[in-house]
């Protein structure tokens, strides 16, 4: 019902940037109740920015000055705009659209995308 195609993982050097982009299809109306998470083996998948269901934006405290989310609605496209990357940046980069069936949320993943901050 639902497609995500993430794009734009890339090797890159610690305090470079990096731009990733999620292309939506399917049963979509609206870019918000989406966002990024990120990954690494063995650990839990963490929220990383995403929008609202009032189209806000949110961030993990973690990335807060360094990363931007923004989206273009004709393109349907949501981006990760990444500044300042460090090695702990490394990860499995996921998008991510939420809906709800009643009061249960449910969640549609793209395919990831690597981010790798090595020198």
């Known amino acids: 019902q639902v497609q995500l195609v993430e794009s734009g993982g890339a090797l890159v050097r610690p305090g470079g940037s990096l731009r990733l982009s999620c292309a939506a299809s399917?049963?979509?109306?609206?870019?918000?109740?989406m966002g990024w998470y990120r990954q690494v083996p063995g650990k839990q998948r963490e929220l990383v920015a995403g929008?609202?269901?009032?189209?806000?934006?949110i961030y993990a405290d973690f990335v807060k000055g360094r990363f931007s989310i923004s989206r273009d609605n004709a393109k349907n496209t949501v981006y990760l705009q990444m500044y300042d990357l460090k090695p702990e940046d490394t990860a499995v980069y996921y998008c991510?659209?939420?809906?709800?069936?009643?009061?249960?949320?449910?969640?549609?993943w793209g395919q990831g995308t690597q981010v790798t901050v090595s020198s």
């Open positions: 991510n659209k939420r809906t709800w069936v009643a009061t249960a949320p449910y969640d549609y």
């Open positions: 929008f609202t269901s009032a189209g806000s934006t």
């Open positions: 399917g049963s979509i109306f609206s870019l918000n109740n």
